[in-house]
């Protein structure tokens, strides 16, 4: 079955420095989504990407889609306080959705 | 605009009691709905989704069920609570397949004691 692996599951970072999240599939994605959700709070999605290579921006967030679409990656550069919390991603395409195992990340002041 | 409705935030229930949690969207119809189960720290378990009324696909066979008596109402019931299914239950629904978004309601934080 589809089977979605995130890695790191937990990183702790000092607040300016960067982190990256990787997202691993064993089969094919059709997009990919990612979501953040805030201790205490409920996963938020934060964007989508279609296309194998794809690339996109949010300020100090940097999604990639890999070129076989079996991966994906979420970075952020100096991170903040405001960036704690669980990154999660998702295949969609299908009426089933799973979700990635996560990434707890804690920034220290 | 869309809105989701889950509740309640909180619930403490002893083992053997049954269970009843309701989630209904506003403003949109024949949503997709999901329910799933996160345990503390930890990932999102899929437990049902539903493409229609009366259509309910389970991912987990355990004691628990869902229904879907009307489009936008989606329930997660239980005849006899677990301990092992204490954690935070999210309903969430999105727009038909393919590369839409999903939205979440504010959870429910089930504690079986």
């Known amino acids: 079955g589809q089977q979605v692996m995130q890695i790191p599951q937990y990183q702790h970072v000092q607040e300016g420095e960067d982190f990256t999240t990787y997202c691993n599939s064993s089969?094919?994605?059709?997009?990919i989504q990612w979501y953040k959700q805030r201790p205490g709070g409920h996963p938020v999605f934060l964007i989508q990407l279609v296309k194998s290579g794809e690339v996109k921006k949010q300020k100090r967030l940097t999604f990639q889609f890999g070129e076989a679409k079996k991966n994906s990656s979420l970075h952020i550069t100096a991170t903040q306080t405001t960036d704690v919390g669980t990154y999660f991603c998702m295949n969609t395409g299908f009426q089933k959705l799973v979700f990635g195992t996560g990434t707890r990340l804690l920034v220290s002041p | 605009s869309q809105t989701i409705h889950q509740w309640p935030a909180t619930l403490v229930q002893p083992v053997g009691s049954p269970l009843s949690l309701e989630c209904t969207v506003e403003g949109t119809s024949n949503p997709n709905l999901y329910w799933y189960r996160q345990a503390a720290g930890r990932g999102l378990q899929l437990l049902f989704y539903s493409v229609g009324i009366g259509q309910i696909s389970s991912e987990v066979p355990q004691n628990l069920s869902a229904s879907r008596p009307q489009d936008r109402q989606f329930i997660l019931s239980s005849k006899k609570l677990l301990l092992s299914d204490s954690g935070f239950y999210l309903c969430?629904?999105?727009?038909?397949?393919?590369?839409?978004?999903?939205?979440f309601g504010s959870g429910t934080q089930l504690s079986v004691l």
């Open positions: 089969t094919t994605l059709s997009n």
């Open positions: 969430a629904w999105r727009v038909g397949m393919g590369p839409e978004k999903l939205f």
